[in-house]
DNA sequence: AGCCGGAATTTCATTGAACGGCACACGCGG
DNA sequence: CCGCGTGTGCCGTTCAATGAAATTCCGGCT
């Protein structure tokens, strides 16, 4: 490979003036398309990083400075990013009014929160709600008491597919062939750290799908069991999961069920899941 | 360079029939630049209409439908944009999860939730929190009961300064330059259509200053009472407005003011206000 | 089936928007 | 005083973006 004949590219130009011409601009516009670096830009901010300086953004977006500038000032401008008070670049509230629009985010929640609020005054620990992207849950909602057992997960953020409670209601009615992926790759149980064999995690979403509820212990940051159900869309397909969290010493965690699943089919029924229809026995 | 001496590569053969060569591309590339392009595509949504064709997204957004595909395929590549079931184009899952990240937007959410449900506990209607962004307040959270009274507005969505109760609170904390530019235009009270005048608005908002607290009684869709109290930031200024709404019968609207604005300077405390700091008479 | 209107998609010559290296101003710590 | 990092302006180069027209696709209406 080393044919490239890597002659400085500079060279050629040299304009009469033999010396240094000092071309001002040299590789232009190359390969990545714009809006893929604005985005960059927009995705360089994660949960721990929710500020940073132009100089931070353009290293962590792999954006020149110049470039990074320019950028920035534009995405300013829409209101996709703000300044804080320090002048650090945050993401803007613009960008969050526009986000507040995508149905499987803030409009499921919105159908969903009065539900989750029954839930919550039934339970007053945690209630979550989640949906799948990629191969990842995302915890779409969550209401939690104050004093409430720990979390590990913030809204906006995402969850294991495989090891927590909502994530198998999820995975257990994805796709076949999407679940074949999941399984092929070596999984281990999340906070702990133990490893998941594919025939066991098979087996549990088997039963998951009999049951139509899946049942998650967590020893970790503190002791505590998950009861998540499917929610079902318009097209009767699962298009999110529901759950909540309690500490594991109380004798109820299994009493949990009855409530968990008749929410989760309530919230079902008015997202116009056919399967969930009103009174039983009137077919059509 | 432009006499590269063209000699069209294919072009200018035009056969015999010299009627129309038919340029293929013509006005290129002409004065937007692609972000706000693509930004226009995406405001193009709006709570009215939350899905889209490509032809009714081209239509919105002004643009083009080729350029339209072009950007909305990279959209979707990029998350920022999905398609639903039916194949019309909705704001994407991906886009919501980046702005969950807004400080203004879930990030003060997060910190606000529990302090409002205390408040939603004790009032069991309706509990608000909204920001101020340009002219308008923007409501980023709200807990309401089932069968609570009627709401105007939705979470994501945009409310008058001058004839809610978090508006007022949130015009009146504002700088006064601005609180000028909103005095100059004609107002009126939102549902009723009553006009606003001026130098009422200007006592009214002195009042909100002085007690702390803003009350604002409308009858239009029901008869209802909102009480507002303000909350600062690290810095002390104002940056949100928190709000309890009941219906107007109920003897208590003003029995609410303390509680309304007990849970105002808890939430202001954990923001980390220093005129909210902790135990009173233990100055640094 | 045949025709039609609209939507979605592809093609392609054209060019200005985007690019990024360089230089400079500024603030800060040694 | 001098180096260092950060933010910003400048500007020659060029390729990514553009949109009219052509083509394909799809559903409804004769």
Do not use: C, K
Not at 4 to 23: E, F, I, L, R, W
Not at 56 to 78: D, H, I, M, N
Not at 201 to 208: D, G, P
């Amino acid at each position: 490979m080393g044919h490239t004949a890597v002659v400085g590219h500079t060279a050629q130009v040299t304009n009469a003036s033999g010396a240094s011409p000092a071309p001002r601009g040299r590789r232009p516009a190359h390969g990545e398309p714009v809006i893929d670096r604005a985005f960059a830009l927009l995705t360089a901010f994660t949960a721990a990083r929710r500020s940073m300086t132009l100089a931070e953004l353009s290293r962590a977006s792999g954006t020149p400075p110049s470039t990074a500038l320019r950028l920035a000032r534009r995405l300013l401008q829409l209101g996709a990013l703000e300044r804080g008070a320090d002048g650090r670049y945050v993401i803007g509230l613009r960008l969050w009014e526009l986000a507040s629009l995508a149905p499987r985010g803030h409009g499921l929640r919105e159908v969903a929160l009065p539900y989750m609020e029954d839930l919550y005054e039934a339970t007053h620990q945690h209630v979550l709600l989640a949906v799948r992207d990629g191969a990842e849950a995302l915890l779409v909602e969550r209401l939690s008491a104050r004093d409430a057992v720990n979390v590990l997960y913030r809204v906006g953020g995402r969850l294991p597919l495989h090891s927590t409670g909502v994530g198998l209601v999820l995975l257990a009615h994805a796709e076949a062939r999407f679940q074949d992926q999941i399984l092929a790759r070596p999984l281990v149980h999340e906070p702990e750290g133990v490893p998941v064999s594919p025939a066991a995690l098979r087996r549990t979403l088997a039963e998951v799908r009999r049951t139509g509820l899946a049942v998650v212990e967590r020893s970790e940051p503190g002791p505590v069991v998950a009861v998540a159900a499917p929610v079902r869309g318009g097209d009767d397909s699962v298009v999110a999961a529901l759950s909540v969290v309690v500490p594991a010493g109380g004798a109820e965690p299994r009493g949990l069920s009855p409530a968990v699943r008749a929410t989760a089919r309530a919230l079902s029924r008015s997202l116009g899941s056919p399967r969930s229809a009103a009174p039983p026995g009137t077919g059509p």
